[in-house]
């Protein structure tokens, strides 16, 4: 499966962005996904991550209570909505997939994906 991640912007301390990760095939509904984002100089971590049913998410503690996920099976698309953004959450931020037979589990490694989208650039200015 091919993943295209979507809706980089710049934008200012406190507002908000939707980013959405895009798969090549209708099987993207039997994939869990995650995000990743790598600020510069830094390693890459992760942000949040959905089973593959959709009935579980999985989030990093600097950004709980701040970012949601949600799939669209219709559409093959996770989207990442991320609210009161800081300068902290700058970053290139990655979606990536991995294809399961298990309904509920999320995984919040990079080891656990073998797909990976392109990166899309969020700038959060303060």
């Known amino acids: 499966v091919q993943l295209q991640a979507s809706g980089e912007g710049s934008v200012q301390a406190g507002d908000s962005l939707r980013l959405s990760c895009a798969a090549s095939?209708?099987?993207?509904?039997?994939?869990?996904v995650a995000w990743f984002r790598q600020a510069p100089g830094k390693e890459r971590e992760f942000v949040a991550a959905?089973?593959?049913?959709?009935?579980?998410?999985d989030y990093a503690d600097s950004v709980k209570g701040r970012f949601a996920l949600s799939r669209d099976k219709d559409k093959n698309t996770v989207y990442l909505q991320m609210n009161s953004l800081t300068s902290e959450d700058t970053a290139i931020y990655y979606c990536?997939?991995?294809?399961?037979?298990?309904?509920?589990?999320?995984?919040?490694?990079?080891?656990?994906?073998?797909?990976w989208g392109q990166g899309t650039l969020v700038t959060v200015s303060s």
């Open positions: 959905v089973s593959r049913s959709g009935s579980t998410t």
């Open positions: 990536a997939g991995k294809r399961t037979i298990l309904t509920a589990p999320m995984y919040n490694s990079p080891d656990d994906y073998p797909y």
């Open positions: 095939r209708s099987t993207f509904n039997t994939y869990a």
